[in-house]
């Protein structure tokens, strides 16, 4: 941890929560109790090895936290969570040390609450308008509700899902991404076959193949993944639909009711540039499933080799940018820069992932893009060209729209160049199910209801919202299992 030590911080918080046990406080009294910091490993330790970043709340950090929150009664966090979660009721449980309540308050609207209490880009969701936030006018200050629900979600056993007497219908779900793995544990708790059929040979989507095990340890997907066997769900992996079998033949032929479609939007969008194609160029979803999936960071256990790299470009300013920049650092490049066109306050990354990766030595080249790669007699990566840019009128993401200086061109010595600059979705689906309707941008069409437009198959998550969010992934396949478990009554 950077000032304190995990045993400073805790000691801190026992007296804190001695002192406020059983009182009633009033708003003054919370604000002044201190906003508990997140554990973090040392930044020169972590850099070498690939466990959890942020080590997790004591207990007592957690009771300290929660009494915090000043139960507002038109909570502005409970707008801003994708799924409206009942903050100030899971809090209140918390700050009460009733953690049972606390969690089956979250898992009343989150299946998932174990990742999305460390992913979720809470500055930007329910910490956004927190009225702490606002009150100490610091959003940093605000009461950090993703770190009391991952308390909650590692400390507590949840309760056993209960599944309902067998209907004797089947639901298809293609795709095992938190979309995917929502909509199968309601539609089987609403006592539906449900079989899963998943591209890669493990379960998780991304979420297992995309982002590192240093923020989001694999053990706590699989854990999610044998929870939703036990009730019964079947997953068959290395099955591509529209490759293994297409979507129609497998409903008629297996006698599925419905589908849910949720693929995500794992299609890496490339700059175009000149050089793209040299060996040392990776599509950050390559580089990061290699590390992840196949556990090449790992010499003795790895399936795969890792490309060695000494000085590594990452093109791009997003979650995905960061998770390829420090894993590199992890693999042990000698130099990590993360290129991005506009600067820090654009930069659609997590603050925190900002934080942690220059911490960690990454480099940041603001307001520069790449506008060639240069290769070696063998055809490697040799050599990047950069181009400057500075910040013109806002655009239609409301950002300041980057525009290029002419004649700023400069030559860095560079060995890998990861490009991560947005994914798109894989165009199988909409190649093989013709009926199925598709926007400009290549994400599913859907209906109120999350029912495209081929009768009894319905989408969500990525797939339709394009590259988003594990909540909001998580919230649709929840609507969808909604409306596929009404449809299935009649
Ligand atoms: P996915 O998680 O993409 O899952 C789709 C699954 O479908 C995959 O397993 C894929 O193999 C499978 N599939 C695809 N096509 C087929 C087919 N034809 N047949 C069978 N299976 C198929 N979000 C956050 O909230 N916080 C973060 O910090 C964050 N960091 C990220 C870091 C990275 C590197 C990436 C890539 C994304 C990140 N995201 C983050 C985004 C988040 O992970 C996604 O929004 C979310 O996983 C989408 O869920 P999904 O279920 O729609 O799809
Ligand atoms: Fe508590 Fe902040 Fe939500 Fe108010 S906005 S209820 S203080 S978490
Ligand atoms: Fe916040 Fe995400 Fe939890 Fe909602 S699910 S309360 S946005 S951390």
Do not use: W
Not at 29 to 34: C, L
């Amino acid at each position: 941890m950077n000032q304190k030590t995990v045993e400073e911080a805790n000691a801190e918080a026992e007296a804190l929560r001695r002192l406020y046990a059983g009182k009633t406080l009033t708003p003054a009294e919370k604000m002044k109790i201190p906003a508990q910091e997140m554990p973090n490993q040392e930044a020169s330790v972590r850099a070498r090895n690939m466990e959890e970043v942020a080590l997790g709340y004591s207990e007592a950090q957690a009771v300290v936290e929660a009494s915090r929150c000043l139960q507002c009664k038109n909570a502005p966090c409970v707008k801003d969570c994708p799924v409206h979660i009942n903050i100030p009721e899971f809090l209140k449980a918390v700050a009460e040390e009733n953690f049972k309540e606390g969690l089956k308050v979250i898992r009343r609207d989150s299946l998932l609450p174990a990742m999305c209490g460390r992913v979720c880009p809470q500055e930007t969701q329910c910490q956004k308008n927190c009225t702490m936030g606002k009150a100490l006018k610091d959003v940093d200050k605000a009461v950090s509700i993703g770190r009391v629900e991952r308390f909650l979600a590692d400390n507590v056993e949840a309760e056993p899902v209960k599944t309902a007497p067998e209907t004797g219908k089947k639901v298809l779900i293609i795709g095992s991404g938190p979309a995917g793995i929502t909509c199968a544990a309601d539609c089987r708790k609403a006592g539906h076959r449900v079989v899963i059929c998943e591209a890669l040979n493990k379960p998780g989507g991304v979420t297992v193949y995309g982002i590192p095990e240093f923020r989001l340890p694999k053990k706590i997907v699989e854990k999610e993944i044998e929870n939703l066997k036990k009730t019964g769900v079947e997953i068959r992996t290395d099955f591509l639909v529209g490759k293994t079998r297409k979507l129609k033949d497998l409903m008629e032929k297996e006698g599925f009711d419905a589908a849910f479609i949720a693929v995500g939007a794992g299609l890496p969008v490339f700059t175009g540039v000149e050089g793209e194609n040299l060996v040392g160029v990776f599509a950050a979803n390559e580089y990061l499933t290699r590390s992840n999936l196949m556990k090449a960071y790992d010499k003795d256990r790895a399936l795969t080799p890792m490309y060695t790299s000494k000085r590594v470009a990452v093109l791009g300013g997003g979650n995905v940018a960061m998770d390829a920049a420090r894993t590199a650092v992890r693999m042990g490049a000698e130099k990590v820069s993360v290129i991005y066109r506009r600067t820090e306050k654009e930069m659609p990354a997590r603050k925190e992932e900002v934080q942690h990766a220059k911490e960690e030595g990454v480099e940041f080249l603001m307001l520069k893009n790449i506008s060639r790669i240069i290769g070696d007699e063998n055809g490697r990566v040799r050599q990047v060209e950069t181009v400057s840019f500075e910040l013109g009128e806002p655009d239609a993401s409301g950002r300041r729209s980057p525009v290029r200086v002419d004649g700023s061109e400069e030559l860095l010595e560079f060995d890998t160049v990861i490009i991560a600059i947005g994914s798109r979705s894989n165009p199988l689906i909409r190649q093989t199910v013709p009926e199925i309707q598709f926007n400009e941008k290549g994400n599913i069409i859907v209906n109120d209801n999350m029912e495209t437009s081929l009768k009894n198959v319905f989408a969500g998550g990525d797939i339709v919202l394009g590259a988003a969010t594990v909540i909001s992934a998580m919230g649709q396949g929840r609507e969808a299992a909604k409306a596929i478990n009404e449809r299935l009554k009649s």
